[in-house]
């Protein structure tokens, strides 16, 4: 069964980092190309997509707000994607969700929670 699950989402104080995970189960990360990605929904606002790795050729691509404060990175051994997110702020406040698609599936997390408050 093919499952992902998220971790590491907490309260921060602005300015502060925090390291999500995204821990795949029922396919392997390292057996073909598949499109690994963030996204997030605040209160209130429809969900937006934050970044994607490809999971064999790295290739990575961020939102506009995002960029170079956010970080994706992937471990084959732990089978798991990364978001580093460093200088964070207010608007980033959200629940955060891990997505995998390739030819055969497109599956979402339940999602980590966020809160970047002072």
């Known amino acids: 069964q093919v499952q992902l699950v998220e971790s590491g989402g907490s309260k921060v104080q602005p300015g502060g980092s925090l390291k999500l995970s995204c821990a795949a189960s029922g396919f392997s990360l390292s057996s073909s190309n598949i499109a690994m990605s963030w996204h997030r929904q605040a209160p209130g606002k429809e969900r937006e997509w934050v970044a994607t790795i490809s999971s064999i050729i790295g290739s990575t691509n961020y939102a506009d707000s995002v960029l170079g404060r956010f970080t994706l990175s992937r471990d084959y051994d732990k089978n798991t994607v990364y978001l580093q997110m460093n200088t964070l702020e207010p608007d980033d406040t959200a629940k955060y969700y891990c997505?995998?698609?390739?030819?055969?599936?497109?599956?979402w997390g339940q999602g980590t929670l966020v809160t970047v408050s002072s």
């Open positions: 997505r995998a698609v390739d030819r055969v599936f497109d599956v």
